[in-house]
């Protein structure tokens, strides 16, 4: 999972550009994934990973913490899309295939869904498990209050529903298993640099 989170991490701060992608385009964000797109798109990643560290400061001072909470991380405020920063941004995307940041964006999504599905099928009998052992040591703590207990069954509920929750297209999982090499080998090479 640790994983998993270094790579939805790099995806939430990768914002990009309001703009639809054509249909006719490879790597169109609604087209099937294809062992090239996903390629292209753990290469924009990496690409990206410099651009960002030396742009963060100015990308920071544009949204403030408030705007950040409900921000689509495809779709940035106008004043983020016009900066300087953003335009670096933008043509490393396009370097790799793609029309815009938002379709980028939008791929790279598909793939952490997919990834997430896959890793959480894979090991779906540990987590149940491991969950229920969780709720087990939290019902017969002798040390919780009432509040306490009921305040943990409800967050340990809340993270059981979120990690079931994750789903993709079964298209999607099978293009994923076939990168699956390639895309932990990008999220390893990224935690690393964190």
Known sequence: ?????AFAVALMLH???VASAGADEPAAA??????QTIEATIEAMRDLRPVMEKNQDALDKLIGEDERADLDPCQPPEKVR???AYQEMEAVVRSHGFANGEQWCRVAQRITA???AVKIEAEEPQWR???ADVRQQIE???????EQRDQLLAQL????????????????KAAVKANLDKIESALEDMAVKQ
């Open 114 to 116: 997919a990834y997430a």
């Open 82 to 84: 016009q900066s300087s």
């Open 129 to 131: 498990e491991k969950m």
């Open 157 to 172: 509920e809340e993270s059981t529903a979120a990690i079931g929750a994750q789903d993709a297209p079964e298209a999607d």
């Open 15 to 17: 914002l990009a550009p």
């Open 30 to 35: 609604n087209a099937p994934l294809t062992d």
């Open 140 to 146: 017969s703590a002798p040390n919780l209050s009432a």
């Open 1 to 5: 999972m640790r994983l998993l989170i």
